[in-house]
């Protein structure tokens, strides 16, 4: 399994990006999925997060301005980030919850390479 994540770049202060997670490989389902970031010289974390069954979660700092979705028929995870500001500048990271053909015992996190997102103020 695989996760491949694409979108991040350069926007100026009140611009907007959007962020794309690909799953592929052996999967028989995927539960939660979800964007983390990682600010240079802090810790990484959750952005936003979505269930199989469509419930969301954000952090407050992105709430109202961020929205996550998915399209499970694709095993696809979208971050429509707009109103950007140069704190959201970091590396973000996807993240999901997989049960794979080969590991059926219960589900695992996979994570993607991370995509760069600055901020330019």
């Known amino acids: 399994v695989q996760l491949q994540a694409s979108g991040g770049g350069l926007v100026q202060a009140g611009g907007s990006l959007r962020l794309s997670c690909a799953a592929s490989?052996?999967?028989?389902?995927?539960?939660?999925m979800g964007w983390y970031r990682q600010a240079p010289g802090k810790e990484r974390e959750l952005v936003a997060a979505?269930?199989?069954?469509?419930?969301?979660n954000y952090a407050d700092p992105v709430k109202g301005r961020f929205t996550i979705s998915r399209d499970n028929a694709k095993n696809t995870v979208y971050l429509q980030m707009n109103t950007l500001k140069p704190e959201d500048t970091a590396v973000y990271y996807c993240?999901?919850?997989?049960?794979?053909?080969?590991?059926?015992?219960?589900?695992?996190?996979?994570w993607g390479q991370g995509t760069l997102v600055t901020v330019s103020s």
């Open positions: 490989g052996s999967i028989v389902s995927i539960n939660v």
């Open positions: 979505t269930t199989s069954g469509g419930s969301t």
């Open positions: 993240n999901a919850w997989i049960l794979s053909d080969n590991r059926r015992d219960r589900l695992y996190d996979y």
